[in-house]
């Protein structure tokens, strides 16, 4: 069971360690902006968080896709 | 909460569970096919009583205790992590970028480790019990966090998750009683991929609405979310395609 967590955290801390940075940045910018930003940016913080992370999960890939062809050429 | 409603809140902890129930079955089948039924299905009891104690406690303390605003952000949060991490592998496999999962060399990976362990005929199969024990705790402990998630929105969320959550551990226990093979034919990447736009639109949601964030629609909000993520999730599956056309099958660990 401890082998089993450990694998999760370590899956999410070093493997995927920029993906989980990348969202926790986004949370706490979205949580700033919709606690100060005034109205507007309060009611649209869901859309904005959303696309924050679609943004995130394409430039993660786009990174991913390019590491591997590294890998694999060298 | 009338039938249909029911059955709409209970549909995504549904899929969400029986993709980990079909990894867990995989495990126990092989232990059952090697080593004989008695000590898996103890070990599987045993792992459902723990995981149900853990729920209960868990699941209900949270619901019950922590504040509402702030159960969302932490659940919102939590989705999000393993929810678009899920999604990644999800969008890398179907690229080619790393290896697809299959159950059946999982099965048989597993039926060879198991038969070079040798079983002793006299006594209790311990190994049998302890490997069952194991595989259905820990893809248990996801299908908890599934229906702790799904239920974070009070009491008759937590209600129909658990509904779906049970009802998928049956079905696939049935089939896989039924088959007596792993559940090859479960388009487990296909599930994973949509549970994993699932757990993260659920996220967004969730985060937001810890925010006090009006959705347009409320929840159902949820399905232009889904949406979002799936067509990204296509395109960046294409993207990957174009950057490597004939695919990589690295490491996870290496990309």
């Known amino acids: 069971m401890l082998k089993g967590v450990w694998e999760n955290v370590y899956g999410l801390l070093v493997e995927d360690g920029q993906l989980a940075v990348g969202i926790v940045v986004s949370l706490v910018v979205i949580w700033a902006a919709a606690t100060y930003g005034g109205s507007a940016l309060h009611e649209n913080a869901g859309w904005l968080l959303l696309a924050l992370l679609l943004a995130l999960v394409v430039v993660n890939l786009y990174a991913a896709g390019h590491n591997a062809r590294h890998k694999i050429s060298a | ?255």
């Open chain 2, 1 to 255: 909460m009338d039938l249909v409603s029911l059955l709409i809140a209970a549909t995504p902890a549904f899929i969400a569970s029986a993709v980990e129930f079909v990894e867990a079955t995989t495990i126990v089948l092989a232990v059952g096919v090697t080593r004989g039924w008695r000590a898996p299905l103890l070990g599987t009891l045993a792992a459902a009583v723990a995981l149900a104690v853990i729920i209960a406690l868990l699941g209900v303390t949270l619901v019950n205790v922590v504040p509402e605003h702030a159960l969302k952000m932490f659940v919102g949060s939590l989705l999000l992590l393993f929810g678009l991490r899920w999604l990644r592998k999800a969008i890398l496999r179907f690229a080619g970028i790393i290896a697809l999962h299959d159950e059946e060399v999982i099965y048989q990976k597993e039926l060879a480790e198991l038969r070079a362990q040798g079983l002793s005929r006299s006594e209790f199969d311990k190994v049998g019990a302890v490997v069952a024990f194991k595989a259905v705790l820990l893809e248990g402990l996801e299908v908890a966090f599934i229906v702790i998630a799904f239920g974070a929105g009070g009491t008759q969320a937590l209600n129909a998750a658990i509904v779906g959550a049970i009802a998928a551990g049956i079905v696939v226990i049935l089939l896989g009683i039924a088959l007596r093979h792993p559940l090859t034919m479960v388009p487990e990447n296909w599930m994973k991929f949509g549970v994993g736009a699932m757990l993260s639109a659920f996220g967004v949601f969730w985060f937001a609405e810890g925010l006090e964030v009006q959705w347009p629609g409320d929840a159902l909000a949820l399905l232009p979310i889904i949406g979002a993520f799936l067509i990204v999730s296509y395109l960046s599956a294409r993207m990957l395609a174009m950057i490597l056309p004939e695919g990589a099958h690295v490491n996870a660990r290496n990309v």
